[in-house]
């Protein structure tokens, strides 16, 4: 059974940053275009940022020029680093795994902007 395990959330003052961690196990890790979604209460879930096999990106506005995303096909992991985060940004942000008709999801992790 395929797992994706998120770390590295949890409460930031706006300004500041995080750095997301998705652990993956039980999958072909380098085939799958590896994604950050986020959703916030009352919103639908949306796009942060998404890396491809090939490591092509694709970022959701709200990410271009603040996050980044990375994957190590070495170590099955998927990160986000969040740079001048926003109140706006608070959410449940969800590690993604999608290869073909194939589509898994992790549990998430809270990301709090306050101050």
């Known amino acids: 059974q395929v797992q994706l395990v998120e770390s590295g959330g949890g409460l930031v003052q706006p300004g500041g940053s995080l750095r997301l961690s998705c652990a993956a196990s039980r999958i072909l890790f380098g085939i799958y275009t590896m994604g950050w979604y986020r959703q916030a209460p009352g919103k639908q879930r949306e796009l942060v940022a998404a890396?491809?096999?090939?490591?092509?990106?694709n970022y959701g506005d709200s990410a271009k020029g603040r996050f980044t995303i990375s994957r190590d096909n070495a170590k099955n992991t998927l990160s986000l680093q969040m740079n001048n985060l926003k109140p706006e940004d608070t959410a449940v942000y969800f590690c993604?795994?999608?290869?073909?008709?194939?589509?898994?999801w992790g549990q998430g992790t809270q990301v709090t902007v306050s101050s």
């Open positions: 993604n795994a999608k290869f073909r008709t194939q589509d898994f």
């Open positions: 890396v491809a096999s090939d490591d092509a990106t």
